[in-house]
């Protein structure tokens, strides 16, 4: 926390922590107290009137249809993207561990999404997709099916799903590799003397040794699902069709910014905040045990 | 490995590439679609092998723009976003520098409060305190100025707590030498902290710069004159364009440019990014 | 070259903990003074105040004619080595050295040949002043953290267990060359360690530090043959002393071992004494082998160690359950079981008060 040894007492460290704690201040503190505060306001559309509600915002969430299906599509757009990233990146981190080599070059031609904007991704797949031109959606029609994710919900869904998740694979494949390659070598020679072979190896040795890396890295995609794709939503669905793909960070921008329900919205952004926080929390709570371990 | 089985390891070799393969595809779907005419762009279907148009639709992209838009081009667009992952990854760096510096290396009234401050920002990602954010911007007069784009991103609990991490690695005794040989708090900052923790102000730096460089929601509320737009904003007024003209040509060149100088960052300092990345997610 | 003052230094930590008692000495000038005490005695923090690293919660510290308590330590005319050796690693050998002259702002010639005369001293080559410290080996980091302090050309050498991360043998090798360089330079130095050894032949004069207390102070052959407490008599000497429980008789001319024959006391005895229960204690090396002789007392063998130059054997005196270490020369062909007459030299006995743990006489 301190250092055993220090300067002694001066005006300095006040200086030298003063632009932090301003910007702080300024922008994140008074911001996050407004939304707090707002969320207890009601405003009518041109910003004349404004009352206070106590918890009528919150209220009127707990009974809107639409915010509770907003938070359904986004727990299955987080899980799905969550599942779908890592698991793809988990399969080629056990191969590119297994391959003595070029697992380094490997390495860098998988890495280089993390790089791609959210929103620049969202411009790949939709371009992929488009249901007049795009290549992936010209070969499924030669297959017999007909994609068009701006008319069908559940393509909709897939498809921004695929985009946020193939931007994570570079992230999970990272640390996947590195939490292979921290697995003690000796361990898995002690398993292939006791007669287990590679597939047995990694379901009973490597999978479980491996399970640290892996919850941390499902708390950090949820969090990535919740609040950075937000770029993704944004170009391909705009959160149609119909709210198909409206998710909770969508929404809040939606009704505040386009909707001007600065109220509802500030009451969604609580929301989103008191997730955040509970995320955190589990994180730390996580890394702790792992310094433990 | 542990035991020898050829076969085994050929099969990890088809799997990785192919893994790679539908890693890479759309990137090489988007190279292809920034090397061919506009006129290729709308026949079904679209080319699978790069065309003789590149340079063409780069200067396009770069100078003039889509038809139908302003006829700029994006040149400006790399330019400002430039600037303001500059201004995202120096600043973060710089404050957090000093504030790391501050809360390890002195004791001080409200310490601990500061470093709760602080703290807590690590909950708050722009996205949940955007309006207020929006608010407080705009009553500052910053809209549509390179500090309003950059300011409200740069305070990060994350870079503070990676180098008070890696303070905390350094041993007492090289404070103590310094204090022997005379040198104050700032001359020990600047001849001594500042030089040890190169690598990790290094890694930081790349991990920073291709955050500020991919932002978007932020620079699309506080910017409304054209002139201020960022590269990756550009793109989706490009899409929006496309509905009426689609010149996927231009479209895919642009995205090209924009993820170009992040890519080069992870290519080229892989080391160093992958160490930025597994030390700030702690 | 100073006289260094300590009188009355105690230290106080904020949580109440008191690290340091009350320590009061005048150390000469060109004189090597050794703090030694087990880990957690205090000799660091103290060889740190003397620094300036640590501040002084109550007493007087003066360093040539100058009270230093509130001069910062680079006010203080000091040079300090680490037990780390803490050599920047981002600077060269050189920068390394060079870097406090730097801030003092000396000229850069005059940097330049302060420099190069310590590199000589040392046996420092060129070559090596502009390397990195991760590209040295353990004694050549150690030399340039001795170069840094040289180059100060300070009045008092400061050493925090300068050897410790360094292998046996060449622990040895530099523990002459510090020796050597005191004496040439004459530079008055203090040095912490918790080796009784090393501080048995770089010092002086000893400080021994026990729980913050000075236990005693004077030179090496002092402390070897006049241990004033038991916990100096057990810290000082390989093989550790032996210590057994006795009884000084009525009249102070005989000490018994309980359920043992009487042994005489030398120089005419401790009458004043007489009657009391006592601490003996008597070093491995003052017990001798002797066939025959009829003040022997028979020992019975429990282990023996052969360390060729040196043979050390283990046991005890009778019934006796006080284990015993007796330190013979040479190779000798002793089996475990073994009764051997064993003769106390009167000359080496050491007396000590159970109670107050000091020595009596």
């Known amino acids: 926390m301190l250092k055993n040894v220090h300067f002694g007492p001066s005006v300095l460290p006040f200086l030298l922590v003063f632009p932090q704690i301003v910007v702080t201040l300024v922008f994140f503190i008074w911001p996050a107290s407004q939304a707090l505060y707002q969320s207890l306001l009601l405003e009518d559309a041109f910003g004349l009137k404004t009352e206070f509600v106590w918890f009528k915002n919150f209220e009127e969430l707990i009974h809107d249809p639409l915010y509770w299906s907003s938070f359904e599509i986004t727990v299955v757009f987080s899980f799905l993207v969550a599942f779908l990233s890592m698991s793809f990146a988990l399969v080629l981190a056990i191969f590119a561990d297994r391959v003595i080599k070029g697992s380094g070059a490997y390495r860098t031609l998988l890495i280089w999404p993390y790089a791609v904007a959210p929103v620049t991704a969202g411009a790949l797949w939709v371009f992929m997709f488009n249901p007049t031109l795009g290549i ?16 069908n919900g559940g393509e909709a869904m897939a498809l921004v799903v695929m985009a946020s998740a193939w931007k994570q694979v ?85 009704d505040g910014f386009v909707g001007l329900d600065l109220g509802g919205s500030a009451a969604q952004s609580v929301i989103l905040m008191i997730i955040v926080i509970g995320l955190t929390v589990i994180q730390f709570k996580y890394v702790e045990k792992r310094v433990a371990y | ?241 496309a509905e009426q003209v689609p010149q996927w040509n231009v479209i895919m060149m642009t995205a090209l440019l924009a993820m170009l100088p992040p890519i080069f960052v992870v290519i080229f300092m892989q080391s160093l990014f992958v160490k930025g990345l597994t030390e700030t997610e702690k | 070259m100073a006289r260094v003052v300590l009188e009355g230094i105690r230290k106080t930590y904020p949580n109440g903990f008191k690290a340091i008692h009350g320590v009061d000495v005048a150390i000469e000038e060109g004189e090597f003074l050794v703090l030694v005490g087990p880990s957690g005695c205090g000799k660091s923090t103290l060889l740190r105040m003397i620094a300036g690293l640590e501040s002084i919660t109550e007493g007087r510290l003066s360093i040539g004619d100058r009270d230093v308590n509130n001069l910062e330590p680079s006010e203080r005319n000091i040079a300090m080595v680490f ?40 046996e420092l080559t060129d070559e090596q002043l502009i390397r990195k410290p991760r590209q040295l080996s353990g004694g050549q980091r150690q030399r340039v953290a001795m170069g840094r302090a040289i180059v100060r050309e300070p009045s008092v050498f400061l050493f925090d267990e300068p050897l410790s991360n360094l292998d046996a043998k060449l622990r040895v090798q530099m523990r002459l060359e510090i020796k050597t360089l005191q004496a040439n330079l004459g530079i008055t ?104 002789a009829p003040d022997a007392v028979p020992m019975t063998v429990t282990m023996v160690e052969q360390l060729g130059a040196d043979t050390l054997v283990h046991g005890h005196f009778g019934e006796s359950k006080s284990d015993l270490t007796v330190r013979l020369e040479g190779i000798r062909h002793i089996k475990g079981g073994e009764v051997l007459p064993i003769r106390v030299s009167p000359d080496h006995l050491h007396v000590f008060d159970p109670k107050t743990e000091r020595r009596l006489s």
């Open chain 1, 136 to 151: 992936i959606s010209y070969a499924l029609s030669a297959l017999g099916y007909e994609w068009n994710h701006q008319l």
């Open chain 1, 170 to 254: 570079a992230y999970n494949f990272l640390f996947f590799l590195a939490g292979l390659q921290s697995i003690p070598k000796s361990l898995i020679e002690a398993a292939a003397i006791d007669g287990a072979g590679p597939l047995r190896r990694t379901f009973d040795i490597i999978l479980p040794l491996l399970s640290p890396t892996t919850f941390f890295l499902l708390v950090i995609n949820i969090v990535y699902a919740f609040f950075e794709t937000f770029g993704v939503i944004h170009v391909v669905t705009a959160g149609g069709p119909a709210g198909a793909t409206n998710i909770l960070v969508y929404k809040v921008f939606n």
């Open chain 2, 1 to 241: 490995m542990v035991e020898n089985r050829p076969l085994l390891t050929i099969f990890s070799h088809i799997m990785l590439l192919f893994g790679v393969a539908v890693i890479a595809l759309p990137i090489w779907i988007m190279f292809v679609a920034a090397s061919h005419p506009e006129i290729r762009m709308t026949q079904v279907p679209l080319p699978m092998l790069p065309g003789g148009y590149f340079f063409e639709n780069l200067d396009i992209a770069l100078n003039r723009g889509m038809s139908g838009m302003d006829g700029n081009g994006v040149a400006y667009m790399m330019l400002n976003s430039l600037i303001m992952a500059m201004m995202i990854a120096v600043g973060k760096i710089a404050i957090s520098l000093l504030s790391a510096f501050a809360i390890v290396y002195f004791r001080f009234p409200f310490r601990m409060f500061f470093f709760w401050m602080i703290f807590v920002t690590l909950m708050l990602p722009v996205e949940v305190r955007i309006l207020p954010t929006y608010e407080v911007v705009a009553n500052l007069g910053m809209l549509d100025s390179y500090w309003g784009l950059s300011i409200p991103l740069i305070a990060s609990a994350t870079a503070t707590f990676m180098f008070r991490q890696v303070f905390l690695t350094i041993p007492d005794e090289m404070l103590e030498a310094a204090r022997i040989d005379g040198a104050g708090p700032m001359r020990f900052f600047w001849d001594i902290l500042i030089p040890m923790s190169r690598t990790n102000i290094a890694a930081l730096f790349v991990i920073l710069f291709i955050y500020g460089w991919n932002q978007y929601l932020w620079p699309l509320l506080i910017t409304s004159e054209p002139g201020m737009y960022t590269v990756v904003m550009g793109i989706k007024q490009m899409l929006e364009a």
């Open chain 3, 83 to 122: 037990q780390n050796y803490a050599l920047y690693p981002h600077m060269s050998v050189y920068k390394n050295m060079a870097y406090g002259l730097k801030i003092m702002g000396l000229p850069k010639a005059e940097i330049e040949e302060r420099v190069k005369k310590a590199a000589t001293i040392l």
């Open chain 3, 189 to 292: 130095s203090i040095y912490v360690t918790h080796d009784q050894v090393e501080a048995m032949t770089l010092g002086h004069r000893l400080m021994v530090l026990n729980a913050g207390n000075v236990e005693q102070l004077g030179t090496p052959i002092e402390l070897y043959q006049r241990p004033e407490s038991l916990f100096v008599a057990g810290f000082i000497g390989s093989p550790a002393m032996n210590f057994a429980e006795a009884r000084i008789d009525a009249a102070g001319k005989t000490i018994t071992i309980s359920g043992q024959e009487a042994l005489p006391l030398g120089d005419g005895g401790m009458a004043e004494h007489g009657g009391k229960d006592v601490i003996l204690g008597v070093r491995p090396e003052h017990l001798e082998l002797v066939a025959g």
